[in-house]
């Protein structure tokens, strides 16, 4: 006999706080990099994809793919063909927790752990230092809030500190691959993959 399924709120501890914020990024050629020098600062895009609503996203009822579960997978997927890289060989994450069970979902759509071991992957410490990977070392938007179109530019500045070796206290040891995931529900998700600087 199964189980009632039971619904428990979300507190408010456990959503992003309303902020404002802005941001940049400098994007540039390979050839500017080496007519200026910058390769010691040069992180690489090794793949970026955005996905939207499938229809299968409400013709099948499922609450978790109705906030954005199944477009974060497909964009995983895309990053990992493009990058040939894979979960596996990502050190860092900084991933879109506007509430904190999309951080639990968020970990199975980017292959970080199986279908349905997000909590265990939680219980064994694998998303933290010392772990498989360290997610959120900027704590996240429930800690710096959400600000709607800065939001993934501070994701970005966290994972190129990362990357260059600048992050100070929260830094990831030995960080080569960082992995970024956006999500707007109504909705988009994007996921890129980052490389160090390879000079």
């Known amino acids: 006999m199964n189980a009632p399924m039971v619904y428990e709120p979300l507190t408010k501890l456990q959503c992003c706080p309303t902020s404002d914020g802005a941001g940049a990024a400098i994007l540039c050629s390979e050839d500017f990099v080496r007519k200026h020098n910058l390769q010691a600062k040069a992180v690489e895009i090794l793949g970026m994809s ?3 609503d499938f229809q299968s996203t409400f013709d099948e009822k499922s609450c978790i793919k109705l906030v954005g579960s199944h477009m ?5 997927q895309k990053v ?7 979960p596996e060989n990502v050190d860092v994450v900084e991933l879109h927790d506007c509430f904190s069970c999309n951080e639990m979902i968020t970990y199975e759509a980017l292959g970080l752990c199986p279908e349905g071991q997000g909590g265990a992957f939680v219980d064994a410490g694998a998303n933290t ?3 498989k990977v360290v997610v959120n070392p900027s704590g996240g938007l429930i800690s710096k809030g959400h600000p ?3 939001t993934g530019l501070a994701q970005c500045a966290e994972l190129n500190w990362q990357l260059r070796g600048l992050a100070e206290k929260r830094q990831v040891k030995g960080a080569k ?9 109504g909705g988009a998700a994007v996921v890129t993959l980052y490389r ?3 000079s």
């Open 50 to 52: 955005m996905t939207t």
């Open 72 to 76: 974060t997978k497909k964009a995983a």
């Open 80 to 86: 990992y063909e493009q990058s040939g890289f894979g």
């Open 129 to 131: 230092y010392g772990g």
């Open 148 to 150: 709607l179109g800065a």
């Open 177 to 185: 691959a960082a992995l970024q995931h956006n999500l707007g529900l």
């Open 196 to 198: 160090a600087p390879q």
